[in-house]
């Protein structure tokens, strides 16, 4: 069974502080995305990443895909409330190529 | 409607009782994903259509839990003699191929409450 597990759970920081998500696994992924959730909203796709060891920046995030493709980090550069919401890291892997969820970590940015 | 409309959007209902939640999908999109999501937490993969068929299905909790997909399009997730546990956020999702898992795009969810 293949397993995605987000750290830390929860964050609640201060605007302009920076802070970074990890997303763990003990499996290979094939690729690997980053969604950010808002309540009553579905989550909405901020990131792909395909190679090990790639980096790619999204204005204040920053995700890197581990060398060998079984963890990943995003990191939020000054965080703004408007960052607030819950990040799932998924990745795409297995025989039939489904989408695996990782936990999630909410994050809290107060003004 | 160009995105994934999911109805009903919030169902309170009794124990023992069935329901059935239903996924309009982008379309085009060949792949549709449901998900189950409780408060706060990450999302649980359940089921996955390509085209009609279901590849994998290996996420269903029980088989008080069934769904289905016709014309390449809508999808209807049933549950039966719901029970408590099932209370959740219940999401749908669509991509334009299951080949290379492209970006997935989700509905709102049903909420589902059972009492």
């Known amino acids: 069974t293949q397993l995605l597990e987000q750290s830390p759970q929860f964050l609640s920081i201060q605007e302009g502080e920076n802070l970074t998500v990890y997303c763990n696994s003990s499996?290979?992924?094939?690729?690997l995305q980053w969604y950010r959730q808002e309540p009553g909203e579905g989550p909405v796709l901020l990131v792909t990443?395909?190679?090990?060891?790639e980096v790619k920046k999204l204005k204040r995030l920053t995700f890197q895909f581990g060398d060998a493709r079984k963890d990943s980090s995003l990191h939020i550069t000054a965080a703004q409330p408007g960052d607030t919401g819950l990040y799932l890291c998924?990745?795409?892997?297995?025989?039939?190529?489904?989408?695996?969820f990782g936990t999630g970590t909410l994050l809290a940015v107060q003004p | 409607g160009a995105g994934v409309s999911q109805s009903p959007s919030n169902k309170v209902t009794e124990k023992g009782k069935d329901v059935e939640l239903r996924c309009d999908p982008i379309?085009?999109?060949?792949?549709l994903y449901w998900y189950r999501q409780r408060l706060g937490q990450g999302l649980e993969f359940l089921i996955y259509?390509?085209?009609?068929?279901?590849?994998?299905k290996s996420g269903l909790p029980s088989d008080r839990f069934s769904a289905e997909r016709t014309g390449e399009s809508v999808s209807t997730l049933t549950i039966q003699r719901t029970q408590q546990e099932d209370s959740a956020v219940y999401l749908c999702?669509?991509?334009?191929?299951?080949?290379?898992?492209?970006?997935?795009?989700f509905g709102e969810g049903s909420r589902l409450t059972v009492l």
């Open positions: 499996s290979v992924f094939s690729s």
């Open positions: 990443v395909v190679t090990g060891g």
């Open positions: 259509f390509q085209g009609n068929s279901a590849p994998d």
């Open positions: 998924a990745g795409e892997g297995g025989a039939t190529n489904k989408l695996i």
């Open positions: 379309s085009g999109h060949t792949a």
């Open positions: 999702a669509s991509s334009l191929s299951s080949q290379y898992t492209g970006e997935l795009f």
